[in-house]
């Protein structure tokens, strides 16, 4: 890999992996079963230059901010490339947003520059708040012949001639500006610098390193942390190849593994726990003769990797299984949110090392990392090379909020000093999630401080964020509790959002309200949805400016009212 | 070419049986990830599904968004 310790900047460390593996493939980009591109780093430069070149003669100034809403393809890649050759800042945006919430966060980065699938465009453009777009060059990609494309460019016929030239950066220099929730009230913007990414590179490819050869399958959005440093970065800077899907079929990305002989994947834990579904419905599927050896086997394969784990000899002892992710995958790696032990250790049974970790968006993207020496489901593994962790105030049995000061750890949140100076304190990140370390420095999470939820598909989501939906909601009063939040479990999964409402005088919690409250939560994203509601029999506490103190009515409610009052929405 | 309330209709058949929910239980503007009881990656599955009952095509972004049956049919009938 490219020593990235000689490097300032995500653009001179890209430029030079395109220059030092011209012939090795660093991209495939496939729809089902078609094969749509594969480039070599030399074509990637050569696709990359014409755009570069562009956006040189757009007067892209560096600094400028260029955000891009795409599903996982090539020119999501080539795009962010060219962002960086030219100086600039990458605002990657989540494509699953609503074209509002896309806008929203367009204004808040105020991104000059825009790439964005046909689709998506459409969507913006029919948006009523459409006229509010600050963005100045829109260039479209795979836009059908004919279509009207609002004043935005074709991404493909944006090109010009001639060699760009690389505009030098500092370490210090913003490189991303990443959104990690907040398309509510308020949108917290994670400013990343050069440094923070060049750092964790390092640290993460000490522990899981990539080479020429090396096929990495790109299922999560590249917008998120972990597919943008382990689906992009980690990969080029050691000439190692991406491979897109354009669906996410289940089908096809098991087809994919074996096609492409997958060396590395990473998941959330929804997707693991569908592969899982998936493998046991087969083996269930068996002869009951077959079905015994399976079992034995798989018994030998747990006893001999127990301390660590022997690939080589599990793809020799389990072939069947190991030809099915393509008899070449070396770990699945998943983070983002609570991933079942039970499910992680199925897979290492079989003989495939599951990379469980821990990290959040303003920690660049990981904190800590399973090394498999041995093997731990019950942990979110060990601090990173570089990362030092540590347990805030612990109570009696060790766990406290936990804390990270690291070179990964972000500048601050855009333009908003006030949150930045209460999470980053004294150099540390503080996480809101609650921890402690055991006997041989592992983290086990036991749930959190905050008033949020990750979803399996790890998504954040504040309360904040779905509140406004529920905006003139026929009652006295309303607030939105993540369930944790409310009801500490110390432990992590079963998260949810509840709606607590407070009716007015005389008023019944009637069918017809539910019917709203339904109606109303159907408005939301599915993933974003309320989970149930309850109805609080005292007015909320609030200051004097009206705002509902949050922390003060989640206790009381917690002391007031069990769990299992909440019904389900 | 079937109109859509026949699309709806014979989604919700197929639906209700490929994941054995009572088809009297799945309404037009219902959220089928609740009624069917599914996640993001099972919706793509019955996307699959189909997609080979109709004998077409449709991108991953079609279900972007879409929660309700009716809307599904709709973006169904547009491909038909």
Known sequence: ?569 | MPTTDNTLDEILSLAAVHFKVPREKLTPDGDFFKALGIDSLQALDLLTRLEHHFRIELPDYELQGVTDFRTLAQRIQARL
């Open chain 1, 1 to 569: 890999m490219l020593d990235l310790r000689q490097y300032s900047s995500l653009g001179a460390a890209l430029r030079d992996a395109l220059e030092r593996w011209p012939n090795e493939t660093c991209l495939i980009e496939a729809d089902r079963d078609r094969e749509k591109v594969r480039l070599t780093y030399s074509d990637f430069r050569e696709m990359a230059g014409p755009l570069c070149r562009a956006l040189e003669d757009a007067e892209f100034v560096p600094g400028d901010r260029a955000a891009i809403i795409m599903t996982n393809q090539s020119k999501w890649l080539i795009s962010a490339y060219s962002i960086f050759f030219c100086g600039g800042v990458l605002v990657p945006l989540d494509y699953k947003l609503t074209a509002a919430e896309h806008l929203q966060l367009l204004a808040h980065s105020k991104a000059r520059f825009l790439v964005v699938e046909y689709y998506l465009w459409r969507a913006i453009t029919q948006s009523p708040e459409f006229a509010k777009l600050t963005t100045e060059i829109v260039l479209v990609t795979e836009a059908p012949v004919g279509a009207d494309l609002r004043g935005a460019y074709r991404w493909e016929e944006f090109r010009r001639k001639g060699e760009p030239k690389l505009v030098a950066r500092e370490r210090e220099d913003t490189a991303c500006i990443v959104y990690s929730s907040g398309t509510g009230g308020r949108p917290k913007g994670c400013v990343l610098t050069h440094d923070n990414y060049l750092e964790q590179c390092r640290a993460l490819t000490e522990w899981y390193p990539f080479w020429p050869g090396v096929r990495y399958l790109s299922i999560l959005p590249t917008n998120h942390a972990i597919d943008f440093m382990v689906g992009f970065i980690g990969p080029f800077v050691c000439g190692a190849c991406v491979v897109h899907l354009r669906t996410l079929r289940p089908e096809f990305v098991r087809d994919a593994f074996v096609r492409y002989r997958i060396t590395y994947v990473s998941l959330v834990p929804m997707v693991l726990k569908n592969l899982e579904r998936g493998l046991r419905a087969k083996f269930d599927e068996l002869p009951r003769g077959k079905r015994f050896v399976l079992d034995r086997l798989i018994a030998i394969n747990k006893l001999l990797t127990r301390r660590r784990p022997h690939v080589g000899f599990s793809r020799r002892l389990l072939p069947q299984v190991h030809k099915a992710f393509g008899g070449e995958l070396r770990a699945l790696i998943v983070g983002g949110a609570f991933t079942d032990p039970a499910t992680m250790q199925f897979f290492y049974d079989l003989g495939v090392p599951v990379a469980c970790g821990y990290g959040l968006t303003e920690a660049c993207t990981a904190v800590t990392l399973n090394d498999l020496k041995p093997f731990r489901a019950d942990t979110v593994g060990k601090p990173l090379p570089g990362s030092e962790v540590r347990i805030l105030n612990p109570a009696g049995d060790g766990i406290g909020e936990v804390a990270v000061r690291s070179r990964a750890v972000m500048s601050h949140y855009l333009d908003d000093a006030d949150l930045t100076v209460k999470t980053i304190v004294e150099g540390w990140l503080h996480t809101g999630d609650l921890g402690r370390f055991d006997g041989v420095g592992h983290l086990q999470l036991f749930g959190r401080k905050k008033n949020m939820i990750v979803t399996e598909g790890g998504k954040n989501i504040y309360p904040e964020d779905v509140e406004m939906v529920f905006d003139g909601l026929p009652v006295k009063e309303y607030c939105i509790f993540a369930a944790n939040y409310i009801w500490p479990q110390k432990s992590l999964g079963e998260e949810m959002l509840v709606l607590v409402v407070r009716l007015e005088q005389g008023q019944q919690f009637s069918d017809a309200l539910a019917t709203e409250i339904s109606a109303r939560n159907l408005k939301l994203a599915d993933y974003k949805r309320v989970g149930g509601h309850l109805v609080w029999e005292k007015d909320f506490p609030r200051t004097a400016s009206m705002k509902i103190k949050r922390g003060e009515l989640g206790e009381e409610i917690g002391r007031g009212v069990r769990r299992e009052s909440v019904v389900e929405i």
